[in-house]
């Protein structure tokens, strides 16, 4: 099936910790994205890579790491996780110029 | 920011009826786009309009867009217990790679 998966789908962690979160697109689009969304279903663009370069970084902690290690992944990992970073985190990805944005399914992550 | 805002943020009608959500922003834009979200999933795309576009259909789906008001309509028309669901106007504005999601409104439709 083409997509945009990603995994894991639900991560319960503890302060402090460390995580990641991968997804993967092959639908072969250039432009790969992760947005946050709150408990109000808000949702606010973090990250968007263009075929592997960052190009949009929307004023995220840097204890947010995205990677980009070929064009159909976008990984993030989170560092010293906060309470305040639980929520559910979409991976999405977009073909070149202006078209829309194919989601994944989102990974609820809860920080106790 | 916040780019867009969605009014109402929560609709509920009768299966059969027509619904209508509407999306204002405040910056020139390339296009808008209506997504859905149902509970516990990703977004789907519904539908996009550009910026020189005034009105677009897909199937039971009636977009509107006014660049002079800065607003856009979505309308459902004979609505299904199935299009029960989050819907969220975005916009990507001029000059920018990324799209900025208005609030949502919650659809339900009762049988």
């Known amino acids: 099936d083409t997509a945009v998966s990603q995994t894991p789908k639900y991560l319960v962690t503890q302060m402090g910790n460390d995580k990641s979160i991968k997804c993967e697109q092959n639908?072969?689009?250039?432009?790969m994205y992760w947005y946050k969304q709150d408990s109000k279903k808000f949702l606010k663009i973090m990250f968007s890579y263009n075929n592997k370069e960052l190009i949009i970084n929307e004023t995220v902690p840097n204890r947010f790491s995205p990677k980009s290690p070929d064009k159909a992944h976008l990984n993030l990992h989170i560092n010293s996780l906060e309470l305040g970073d639980s929520a559910v985190y979409f991976c999405a990805s977009s073909p070149q110029g202006h078209y829309g944005y194919t989601f994944g399914s989102g990974t609820r992550l809860t920080v106790v | 920011s916040q780019q867009g805002e969605e009014d109402p943020q929560a609709l509920s009608i009768q299966e059969g009826e027509n619904a209508t959500m509407n999306c204002s922003y405040k910056t020139s834009i390339n296009n808008l786009q209506w997504y859905r979200q149902n509970s516990g999933r990703g977004l789907v795309h519904l539908i996009l309009?550009?910026?020189?576009?005034r009105e677009k259909h897909s199937g039971r789906l009636r977009v509107t867009l006014d660049t002079s008001k800065k607003s856009s309509s979505l309308l459902i028309t004979a609505s299904r217990a199935a299009d029960t669901a989050s819907y969220f106007c975005a916009t990507e504005r001029q000059g920018a790679q990324k799209l900025v999601f208005g609030q949502g409104t919650r659809l339900t439709i009762n049988p």
């Open positions: 309009i550009r910026s020189n576009e």
């Open positions: 639908l072969g689009h250039d432009t």
